[in-house]
C-alpha cells in the first residue's frame, strides 16, 4: 500500500481551486537535499552522514534519494572522497531558467546598440547541456551592415564546442562539470578549421579563461569568424556569452585584425550588462 494519499485530479468542468492539494513527499526530499548544496553554510561537496543529517533522514533512506539523484545527474560523486556535488543536470536547469529570466530583459538594448555600432549581428546564449541556446539576437539597423544569420533565431541551438559564445560557456564550467558536458559531446568536423581533437579543444579553453574572449574562426561554418565574451552576476558567474559575428564576405581582413576591432566594443557590452545584473569586478 503506498504511503501517500492518492492524487485525485480536478474535473475539466471543477475549478482548480476547490480540488484538494496532494503533495509528493519523495519530490519534497529530492528537492530538499539538493536545496542543501546551495544553502549558505553548506560544503560545495557532502557526504551521505552530512546529509542525513541536514534533512533529518536516516543514512539509507538518504542514500536511496542521492542514488536516485546521481542516476539522473543532479548529483555527481567524487571516486576517491565518495562524497557527493552538484551535477550537470542542475546547471542545465539552471540555465534554462535564465533564458526567460531578467538576464535577457537586461541584454536586448546593449545587444542592439552595439550590433549598431559594429555593423554586424551580436547574440547572447546560454548553455544548456553540450549546446548553446540562443536567447536573443540582434541585426545592425546600419545600412551598411550585412546579416550573417545561418537561419539563427531566438531558442536556436548550436554545439558548444566550435562556437565562440559556446566556448566561452565551456570555459567557465568546473572541471567536473565540463567533463561531463564533453563526454556527451560528438566533435565533429562543422567547418574547416572545426577543433576535433580534446585535448586541443581543452587548451583552446584554458586560453579562453585566460584571455577572456573566445574566437571561433571558420570552426562552425566556412567564411564564419566570431568573437564572444562573459556576462556574469552578481556572484562573479558566467551566466551567459555574448558574441558578434562576421562573414569573409563582408570582411575578408585577418582574424586578428577582426578581434582588434571588435573586442573593445564587446568586452564593454559585456562589463555593461554584467553591472546591470550586480557584477561588481574584485568586489
Not at 562576421?246 to 564593454?268: D, K, Q
Request: charged share 20%; hydrophobic share 40%; aromatic share 4%.
Amino acid at each position: 500500500m503506498s504511503d501517500f494519499p492518492e492524487i485525485t485530479e480536478p474535473a475539466d468542468d471543477e475549478p482548480a481551486a476547490s480540488a484538494p492539494v496532494a503533495l509528493s513527499q519523495s519530490l519534497e526530499r529530492g528537492l530538499l537535499i539538493l536545496s542543501t548544496f546551495t544553502s549558505a553554510d553548506a560544503a560545495p561537496v557532502l557526504g551521505i552522514a552530512d546529509l542525513a543529517r541536514a534533512v533529518g533522514l536516516n543514512r539509507s533512506t538518504t542514500y536511496r534519494y542521492v542514488a536516485t539523484l546521481a542516476k539522473l545527474g543532479y548529483v555527481q560523486q567524487d571516486p576517491e572522497s565518495r562524497k557527493y556535488s552538484l551535477g550537470p543536470r542542475v546547471i542545465d536547469l539552471g540555465f534554462a531558467a535564465l533564458s526567460s529570466m531578467e538576464v535577457t530583459r537586461v541584454a536586448a538594448r546593449h545587444l542592439q546598440a552595439l550590433s549598431d555600432e559594429t555593423g554586424y549581428a551580436a547574440s547572447m546564449a546560454v548553455l544548456d547541456g553540450p549546446d548553446i541556446v540562443y536567447v536573443e539576437r540582434c541585426r545592425s539597423r546600419r545600412t551598411a551592415g550585412v546579416a550573417v544569420d545561418l537561419n539563427l533565431h531566438i531558442g536556436s541551438r548550436l554545439p558548444a564546442y566550435c562556437t565562440s559564445m559556446g566556448k566561452v560557456l565551456l570555459a567557465h564550467r568546473e572541471p567536473a562539470a565540463l567533463r561531463t558536458l564533453l563526454d556527451r559531446t560528438d566533435l565533429a568536423r562543422r567547418g574547416p578549421k572545426t577543433i576535433t581533437v580534446r585535448e586541443q579543444l581543452m587548451s583552446a579553453l584554458a586560453k579562453v579563461r585566460q584571455r577572456g574572449v573566445a574566437v571561433s574562426d571558420e570552426e562552425l561554418a566556412p567564411g564564419l569568424r566570431s568573437l564572444a565574451a562573459p556576462v556574469r552576476d552578481r556572484s562573479g558567474y558566467v551566466v551567459a556569452a555574448i558574441n558578434v559575428a562576421v562573414h569573409l564576405t563582408t570582411w575578408t581582413t585577418s582574424v586578428e585584425s577582426v578581434v582588434s576591432r571588435l573586442e573593445g566594443p564587446l568586452l564593454r557590452t559585456a562589463a555593461e550588462i554584467s553591472a546591470q545584473l550586480g557584477y561588481r569586478p574584485g568586489a
